[in-house]
């Protein structure tokens, strides 16, 4: 009867060992695409920033431009 005992309890340990062996894994798997979606995200963000400054600066020269042309029209008022 101890024998019995002795293999089942083996048996329940080494289940034991694979639930959490699996649930481990798991994990990992997660945190591997949380990771991956935080690199994503990132890399988003820094091209939405990329094109911001673009932008910003075509509105610049846009506004340089215009006001290089009322100093121009100005001048020829006077």
């Not at 309890?9 to 997660?30: G, K, P």
């Not at 935080?38 to 340089?64: D, F, I, P, T, V």
Request: glycine share 2%; hydrophobic share 40%.
């Amino acid at each position: 009867m101890t024998g019995r005992r002795s293999t089942a309890t083996q048996e329940l340990q080494t289940l034991n060992q694979i639930f959490e062996w699996s649930t481990t894994m798991n994990l990992m798997s997660e945190e591997l695409a949380r990771a991956h979606m935080r690199s994503r995200l990132e890399q988003a963000q820094k091209e939405r920033l990329g094109y911001n400054l673009a932008a910003a600066r075509r509105l610049s020269r846009k506004a340089e431009r215009a006001a290089a042309q009322a100093r121009l029209a100005l001048a020829r008022v006077i």
